[in-house]
């Protein structure tokens, strides 16, 4: 009977170490997109910023109207 019962928590012991590993997985999977997701976003207010600038640049530019 003893050895039933440990044999049972062994083997529930190793399906919560496969879940946990499963859980670590999914953890480092998000953290990577989340990394990734802030990298976008920077690389998107730059960019953003950029075009504003050149925006700002082109109102600049004189505009000649053709003649009717």
């Known amino acids: 009977k003893v050895s ?4 049972e928590i062994a083997a529930a012991s ?3 170490s496969q879940g946990i ?4 997985t999914a953890v ?3 953290d990577k997109v989340t990394q990734q ?5 920077e690389e ?10 050149q925006a700002e640049q082109m109102k ?9």
């Open 4 to 7: 039933e019962l440990v044999a």
């Open 14 to 16: 190793g399906e919560q």
């Open 21 to 24: 590993t499963q859980v670590n």
């Open 28 to 30: 480092t999977d998000i």
């Open 37 to 41: 997701n802030a990298a976008n976003a």
């Open 44 to 53: 998107s207010a730059s960019a953003a910023e950029e075009m504003s600038a």
């Open 60 to 68: 600049a530019i004189p505009v000649v109207e053709a003649s009717q």
